[in-house]
């Protein structure tokens, strides 16, 4: 390269990522097929609009590129229609909103502290700005979603679009409630599953799309083990042409044909039955975590685990902010981040909590064993 500097920070940042413990439950290592497409000459290629319907000439190549990424993303989630445009899993929100609802419309989300996400109506984001945006918590007693809750909150509440799917949610969710919950209050249903992709195309956790739901958006780069980005799957026709020209022109210009041909690459990987293997092994190594940890009196929030992430109260169980941890782990070459944990009295930037996730490592080899004497080091890094 001859820009020195950026070849020098790129070499950094891939010593960093051969040498720390990542444990960040949104991040992943993609092969090497994937960053070999996302760094293709397909950069170079403006392809507004659709396959077969582009705004410019010269897309032969990349409309069977595209056309490929739906017919993969299709089967790995047996949807009946996709969109593989969205630049991330925040694009993919927004342009289905967009898609269901006008400005003003009331939308119900997790709050951020219980483990939803920016982009599900938080104050300072868009979705908060545009959309009269409400939350409902996870229960007090054992920080599990109460769907009986959740139901009053909606007919109380009354929302136009109901969203499920979490960043911070360790536990099963049961998208059939939703679904009867958003029939009774007339709203539509969106699950946002960009942690727990991979899992549901391993046919590890339901699929929300077996249930009725509305919409289903994502993030292609975490369990899923793709490059960055986002997509939205639908079985409804009509809210399929919706969200079409909701993504292009309705929030977004030209495809990232680079990154939509990585997204092929990692659906194909997912494809092939050592993806399940993977996830069965994600789920595994999260859950002889948990346990350790709870083994060493550590309070892991709902005692445990059912998908790739934990929370960790680092605040009961050391006397540490979820920051405080933080900086004393990475010291020890362990990545992972803060978070809030549920009814946190601590701020996002400071937080009660930490995240643990184990699709990263799994991807590096990591067996039960190296989660269990991991588990151990947490332990007393973290209670000196
Ligand atoms: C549930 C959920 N939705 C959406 C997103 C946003 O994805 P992105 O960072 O690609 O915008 C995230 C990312 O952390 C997430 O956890």
């Known amino acids: 390269m001859k820009d020195r500097d950026i070849e020098k920070l790129i070499l950094l940042e891939k010593k960093r990522q051969d040498n720390e413990i990542e444990l960040i439950a949104s991040e992943n290592f993609v092969s090497k097929d994937v960053l070999k497409a996302t760094g293709s000459i397909l950069t170079n290629k403006y392809a507004e609009g659709y396959p077969n319907a582009r705004y410019y000439e010269g897309c032969e190549n990349v409309d069977k590129i595209e056309i490929l990424a739906i017919e993969r993303l299709k089967k790995l989630f047996n949807a009946k229609y996709a969109n593989?445009?969205?630049?991330?899993?925040?694009?993919?929100?927004?342009?289905?909103?967009?898609?269901?609802?006008?400005?003003g419309a009331k939308i119900l989300g997790l709050s951020l502290s219980s483990g939803g996400h920016l982009s599900h109506g938080f104050k300072i984001t868009i979705s908060g700005i545009f959309y009269k945006s409400f939350t409902y918590e996870v229960d007090k007693k054992d920080n599990y979603?109460?769907?009986?809750?959740?139901l009053k909150i909606a007919q109380d509440v009354k929302p136009d679009l109901i969203i499920c799917g979490y960043s911070a949610y360790p536990r099963t969710i049961d998208f059939k409630k939703?679904?009867?919950i958003a029939d009774k209050v007339g709203a539509y249903l969106l699950?946002?599953?960009?942690?727990?992709?991979?899992?549901?195309?391993?046919?590890l956790h339901p699929n929300p799309l077996?249930?009725?739901?509305?919409?289903?958006t994502s993030t292609t780069h975490k369990t899923l083990r793709g490059p960055r980005g986002g997509i939205i799957l639908t079985n409804k026709k009509e809210i399929f042409e919706k969200i079409n020209s909701s993504v292009f022109p309705g929030s977004q210009g030209g495809p990232l044909m680079h990154v939509i041909a990585a997204k092929a690459v990692a659906f194909y990987e997912a494809l092939d039955p050592s993806f399940i293997i993977y996830q069965k092994q994600v789920i595994k190594n999260a859950k002889v975590l948990a346990d350790k940890l709870i083994e060493h009196n550590i309070k892991v929030i709902t005692n445990g685990t059912d998908n790739h992430l934990l929370l960790v109260d680092v605040k009961k169980s050391f006397n540490l902010t979820g920051l405080e941890a933080e900086k004393i782990l990475k010291k020890h070459n362990i990545t992972v981040n803060k978070?809030?944990?549920?009814f946190d009295k601590l701020s996002p930037k400071i937080a009660s909590g930490i995240r643990l996730g184990t699709p990263a490592m799994t991807t590096k080899g990591w067996k039960e064993q190296d989660f269990?004497?991991?588990?151990?080091?947490?332990y007393k890094i973290l209670q000196k």
């Open 339 to 342: 978070n809030t944990i549920p």
């Open 84 to 103: 593989v445009q969205p630049h991330s899993g925040t694009q993919a929100n927004l342009a289905a909103y967009n898609a269901l609802l006008k400005p």
């Open 145 to 150: 979603l109460n769907y009986e809750e959740i």
């Open 372 to 378: 269990i004497k991991l588990a151990d080091q947490i």
């Open 191 to 203: 699950a946002d599953i960009a942690h727990i992709a991979g899992l549901i195309a391993a046919k």
């Open 210 to 216: 077996d249930f009725g739901v509305d919409i289903v």
């Open 178 to 180: 939703f679904r009867e």
